[in-house]
């Protein structure tokens, strides 16, 4: 009887430090995925900060030449409510020449910055990189979550479930 019990004894010992060993790997395989999580956080940060800069810059671009446009047409206006008006009868007058001339001037930089606004782009390709990764990177943080409630041993809410790195 005495043999049985320490029989049970030895495999209760064995059995709890298997459980011991297996709670250690887990812990090494959720700390090692933690760090990896937060490397990648800190990748996508550092990424996402220069991609604002882009996006700031492109904007900034956007509204000089939006402004350029406005300004070149309230000109090419003011210019048309200006035209001589014997300009209709007798265009080869030095007034109706010389207007003329202005006009079209005014008229081709206008034209001219309607193209670059256009070539400029309306959909900034480091806009939509930077919507991607901000979402990339609130995952992320969902799974840096996640990893430290599971550490910890704190329950994971139904609001931060999922993630790159859900536990």
């Known amino acids: 009887m005495v043999s049985a019990t320490m029989e049970l004894m030895e495999a209760q010992a064995t059995l709890d430090a ?4 297996a709670a250690a790997e887990q812990r090494e ?18 990424e996402l900060t220069k991609l604002r800069g882009f996006v700031k810059t492109h904007d900034g671009k956007t509204a000089l030449l939006r402004t350029k446009v406005s300004e070149l047409q309230r000109l090419v206006n003011i210019s048309y409510n ?7 009868v007798l265009p080869d007058d030095d007034e109706a020449v010389e207007w003329g001339r202005n006009h079209r001037r005014l ?3 206008h034209d001219a910055a309607v193209k670059e606004l256009q070539r400029h782009g309306t959909v900034d390709p480091d806009r939509v990189r930077a919507v991607q990764m901000n979402h ?6 969902r799974s840096e979550e996640n990893l430290l409630a599971k550490l910890q041993g704190r329950a994971l809410g139904k609001a931060r479930e999922g993630g790159l790195s859900a536990v």
């Open 18 to 21: 298997a459980k011991a060993q």
């Open 29 to 46: 395989q959720l700390v090692s995925q933690l760090r990896s999580t937060r490397t990648r956080i800190r990748t996508l940060t550092t």
């Open 82 to 88: 200006q035209k001589p008006s014997i300009a209709d």
């Open 107 to 109: 008229t081709a930089q």
């Open 136 to 141: 990339d990177l609130l995952q992320l943080r």
